[in-house]
């Protein structure tokens, strides 16, 4: 296949999986930028940041016609992370390929595993919001993003829900709000590396990924969660497997 239609292809997956799950894309998108389109890891997290924040903004347009998603206290969650974010960013240029494929191996594995917990463990808790908690929990997702390109959506979806007592819908809305600002704090401290990154697969990629975060929301409202979180976390822990055993060898 040619790099266009291997872009097109990609993009639309990531698109379904942020559009559905509310996060996931990214975990996709740097393996998929690397592995079939070519791109080093370095470039691949700035490609993955770029795209998530364009994918995630017309998914967060969708969500917040339906009114599920909660301004207010998602800026509030996402604020915590910026400044991580801006500091892993620009630390992530510096390190090693081989690290930052295994740390991103790993990340993918402990989505994988989030998404096949049990359902009762994503519980909305009591309603009483910890602080402390929730900024912790918003600038360890704004490092995530800044070091390995990664929205974080996987982590901030049950992470609005156990932290901060969100439905699941409103924590699906509100985690792609937390997912532009840290993308976007991370993809500041990268502007001279975005200058270099090959925009003829970029571009179809990002139109593709839009294209597939509509369907996603549309193919939410007609599949259970837990189905779709159960086949992505599969294909997850395949694509995780793969990249130790490349970081290995």
Known sequence: ?????????????????????????????????????????????????IIVTATSLTALYAHARAGQVRWKTGAAFAAAGILPAAAAGAAAVHLPQAVLTSAFAAIAALAAVNMLRPADTARP??????????????AGLGTLTGLLGVGGGFLAVPA?????AFEMEAAVGTSLLVITVNSLASLATRSGAAASLDWAVI?????????G?????????KVSGPRLQRVFAVVLLAVAAFMLADAAT
């Open 203 to 211: 571009g179809p990629f990002i139109g593709a990924a839009v294209l």
């Open 1 to 49: 296949m040619t790099a266009l239609v291997l872009a097109l292809i990609a993009g639309a997956v990531v698109g379904l999986a942020l559009g559905a799950l509310g996060g996931g894309g990214s975990v996709l998108a740097v393996p998929a930028l690397i592995y079939l389109l070519g791109f080093t890891p370095a470039a691949a997290t700035t490609a993955g940041l």
């Open 125 to 138: 808790g009591s309603g009483d919001v910890r602080p402390g908690r929730a900024a912790g929990a918003g």
């Open 160 to 164: 609005l829900v156990t932290v901060l």
């Open 213 to 221: 975060a509509r369907d996603g929301k549309r193919l939410a409202t």
